[in-house]
């Protein structure tokens, strides 16, 4: 007689309602089994419920389960799939990754390409959930059997031939600890250029335009076409700052972001090529504390054209994130550098996760995935929150100030 203990996946779906999970359970109560792992989910209205038990018994008692299922199943109105021997594949778990994919809308043909590329690399796709429906479509493949170095470089072709943001990352305890988030400002948290704001308060937005236009052209590093353009601002009031600030337009979704990573105990800064004056108030407001930019000097009210100490630039930006990290103690791998252009590329190699954030090519070549949404807080998806974890997050608090 085999009394061996044996394995058998059980597989119910239908038409959701409650009461389901508890009669499956019920049923296996009366048998000598014991569970193993569940799997339950509800798409539009229909469950699908997978449980995996070990049988102990012989082959009456097996038959004895599946037959009890049946039961159930037909007085559920339920569908009921049994498999013997469906025992976990240990060695196919190995390297845990997490892939996210992102799109407005997300096509079929991109999910379709992932796939592949997953399975053709020797990898399994152990289960897909959705993580948000708008304002873009957001889902999570967790798989196993495949490195993120054999997936990150295909999986970027991918996303730019099928105009979908797709990242890859490790799969472990430390997508749950905390990160240190640090952004650059114009252009990604803010949709505004300061420096532009200021000319035109000071009425030089032509001079200043010329001399961004021979900083791209090469004639010009960062930090010279900084302090040009900074000393045709001479003489212009104090008092403009605070209108340059009340001009700025948040990029959609920054403040959703800010204020979800700081519920969660994530550190969050900002660095700019822009100036203190301006970015520093702004993120205050929304709970940012720590802020590196450069410092525009005041005398007796007005601008002097000068710009105080060093300036914050490529390398700059670079070492502010490891100034952070180093300061709350943060690894590298758990910090998180969004940007856009080139001033921004050290950040975003230096980082765990550099996030090119619809970004010029050189931004995009050096970070780790791109997000060409126009939606700031689409970076929380990246590192799996959700979009209900953010609305429920949201409405508690709500509550809680209203009572």
Same mark, same amino acid.
């Given at each position: 007689?085999?009394?061996?203990?044996?394995?058998?996946?059980?597989?119910?779906?239908?038409?959701?309602?409650?009461?389901?999970?508890?009669?499956? /359970?019920?049923?296996?109560?009366?048998?000598?089994?014991?569970?193993?792992?569940?799997?339950?989910?509800?798409?539009? $209205?229909?469950?699908?419920?997978?449980?995996?038990?070990?049988?102990?018994?012989?082959?009456?008692?097996?038959?004895?389960?599946?037959?009890?299922?049946?039961?159930?199943?037909?007085?559920?109105?339920?569908?009921?799939?049994?498999?013997? $021997?469906?025992?976990?594949?240990?060695?196919?778990?190995?390297?845990? @990754?997490?892939?996210?994919?992102?799109?407005?809308?997300?096509?079929?043909? +991109?999910?379709?390409?992932?796939?592949?590329? @997953? #399975?053709?690399?020797?990898?399994?796709?152990?289960?897909?959930? *959705? @993580?948000? !429906? &708008?304002?873009?479509?957001?889902?999570?493949?967790?798989? !196993? $059997?495949? !490195?993120?170095?054999?997936?990150?470089?295909?999986? +970027?072709?991918? +996303?730019?031939?099928?105009? +979908?943001?797709?990242?890859?990352?490790?799969?472990?305890?430390? *997508?749950?600890?905390? &990160?240190?988030?640090?952004?650059?400002?114009?252009?990604?948290?803010?949709?505004?250029?300061?420096?532009?704001?200021?000319?035109?308060?000071?009425?030089?937005?032509?001079?200043?335009?010329?001399?961004?236009?021979?900083?791209?052209?090469?004639?010009?590093? /960062?930090?010279? !076409?900084?302090?040009?353009?900074? #000393?045709?601002?001479?003489?212009?009031?104090?008092?403009?700052?605070?209108?340059?600030?009340?001009?700025?337009?948040?990029?959609?979704?920054?403040?959703?972001?800010?204020?979800?990573?700081?519920?969660?105990?994530?550190?969050?800064?900002?660095?700019?090529?822009? /100036?203190?004056?301006?970015?520093?108030?702004?993120?205050?407001?929304?709970?940012?504390?720590?802020?590196?930019?450069?410092?525009?000097?005041?005398?007796?009210? #007005?601008?002097?054209?000068?710009?105080?100490?060093?300036?914050?630039?490529?390398?700059?930006?670079?070492?502010?994130?490891?100034?952070?990290? *180093?300061? &709350?103690?943060?690894?590298?791998?758990?910090?998180?550098? @969004? $940007?856009?252009?080139?001033?921004?590329?050290?950040?975003?190699?230096?980082?765990?996760?550099?996030?090119?954030?619809?970004?010029?090519?050189?931004?995009?070549?050096?970070?780790?995935?791109?997000?060409?949404?126009? &939606?700031?807080?689409?970076?929380?998806?990246?590192?799996?929150?959700?979009?209900?974890?953010?609305?429920?997050?949201?409405?508690?608090?709500?509550?809680?100030?209203?009572?």
């Amino acid at each position: 007689m085999n009394t061996t203990r044996r394995t058998l996946l059980i597989t119910l779906s239908g038409n959701d309602r409650p009461g389901v999970t508890r009669r499956l /359970f019920s049923t296996l109560q009366g048998h000598a089994v014991t569970v193993l792992d569940v799997e339950q989910l509800v798409v539009r $209205g229909r469950l699908i419920l997978a449980v995996l038990v070990e049988v102990t018994g012989d082959d009456e008692a097996m038959a004895s389960v599946r037959t009890a299922m049946r039961h159930a199943a037909a007085d559920l109105d339920m569908d009921v799939e049994t498999v013997s $021997g469906a025992a976990e594949d240990d060695e196919r778990r190995r390297n845990r @990754i997490h892939v996210t994919m992102m799109g407005a809308p997300l096509r079929p043909g +991109a999910v379709a390409q992932v796939a592949a590329e @997953i #399975a053709d690399r020797g990898g399994n796709i152990d289960r897909i959930r *959705r @993580i948000a !429906s &708008y304002p873009v479509t957001a889902i999570v493949f967790e798989g !196993s $059997g495949v !490195s993120v170095d054999d997936l990150r470089r295909p999986l +970027a072709a991918i +996303a730019a031939e099928q105009h +979908a943001d797709i990242a890859v990352q490790e799969a472990g305890l430390d *997508r749950r600890g905390q &990160y240190l988030v640090v952004m650059d400002v114009d252009s990604t948290f803010i949709q505004d250029e300061v420096i532009d704001l200021l000319a035109d308060e000071a009425g030089v937005m032509e001079q200043v335009a010329a001399i961004t236009e021979r900083a791209m052209a090469g004639e010009l590093d /960062f930090e010279q !076409s900084l302090r040009a353009r900074a #000393a045709l601002l001479q003489g212009l009031p104090a008092s403009a700052l605070a209108r340059v600030r009340s001009r700025i337009t948040l990029t959609p979704g920054a403040r959703t972001l800010c204020r979800t990573l700081n519920r969660l105990g994530y550190r969050v800064a900002l660095v700019s090529g822009g /100036f203190t004056e301006v970015i520093a108030p702004i993120a205050a407001e929304l709970g940012v504390t720590d802020v590196r930019a450069n410092t525009l000097e005041v005398v007796d009210g #007005a601008l002097t054209g000068q710009v105080i100490g060093p300036v914050v630039d490529r390398i700059g930006k670079r070492r502010a994130l490891e100034d952070f990290a *180093r300061a &709350y103690g943060i690894p590298s791998r758990r910090t998180i550098a @969004i $940007g856009d252009g080139a001033n921004d590329v050290d950040m975003l190699e230096a980082a765990g996760l550099g996030i090119a954030f619809n970004a010029k090519a050189a931004a995009r070549a050096a970070a780790d995935t791109a997000v060409n949404v126009p &939606y700031l807080d689409s970076v929380l998806f990246l590192i799996g929150i959700t979009r209900e974890e953010i609305e429920s997050a949201d409405a508690r608090e709500e509550s809680q100030s209203s009572a």
